[in-house]
């Protein structure tokens, strides 16, 4: 399963790659002014700064809502780097743009997904990641990872090509639970990756070696 970054914060993207698990970032307007990243140009200045940091797809979310803006503005993105993947709402015109993306090569990640008929839509149109959002679900009193199951078997079915990209992970039982489930990547902020490092035997086994070194030592 691959591990992607949820944010637009420079020093956990580089924190993360350092690690030497990152396979990607996945970022939206949201994210973007969380960080004080606000107009046009410091927007694209900063999607070109994470892609110099990952050599992962970088996912970069469309503002548009309309099927001409959407394909203008898409296009736009993904032609600042390589590892640019088009973020696209899943709405009428979101599907139709990533027909069109699709039939032009350019990458894309079908974002707002709650239920398996949009996942379902999002890969008869060709989307290289589907989005769908497990900790937002959680929040409503419904599964998230339900949902993740019933995308993997339906795409297991019919042999869609279409990643599964779990977003709105937020705690490392949300990630080791997509593992189990087969979901082809998941987007989590920082804390929740790091949180995978920790065990209390972990801590307690190496406090107790370095103990046992420094007595045999002398020390």
């Keep these: 399963m691959k591990f992607f970054i949820d944010t637009a914060n420079l020093a956990h993207i580089k924190e993360a790659h350092e690690l030497g698990v990152l396979d990607g970032v996945t970022t939206n307007p949201s994210l973007m002014a969380k960080e004080g990243i606000t107009g046009h140009d ?12 990952t050599d992962g797809d970088v996912s970069a979310e469309v503002i548009a809502t309309t099927f001409d803006e959407m394909v203008a503005e898409g296009e736009a993105l993904a032609a600042l780097h390589p590892q640019i993947v088009v973020k696209v709402p899943m709405i009428k015109d979101g599907v139709r743009a990533i027909k069109y993306f699709t039939g032009k090569g350019i990458r894309t990640n079908c974002t707002l997904v709650f239920s398996a008929g949009q996942a379902l839509l999002a890969a008869k149109a060709g989307a290289t990641y589907v989005s769908p959002f497990i ?57 929740a990756i790091t949180a995978l490092l920790k065990h209390p035997l972990t801590d307690n086994g190496l406090a107790t070696f370095l103990a046992d070194y420094a007595k045999a030592a002398g020390k």
């Design 135 to 191: 900790g937002r679900l959680d929040d409503i009193s419904t599964d998230g990872l339900t949902l993740i199951e019933d995308i993997r078997l339906i795409y297991d079915n019919y042999g869609y090509t279409t990643q599964i990209l779990a977003a709105s992970a937020r705690h490392p039982m949300h990630i080791i639970n997509c593992a189990k489930i087969g979901s082809d990547v998941v987007t989590a902020p920082l804390s």
């Design 42 to 53: 410091n927007i694209i200045a900063h999607y070109k700064a994470i892609c110099e940091i």
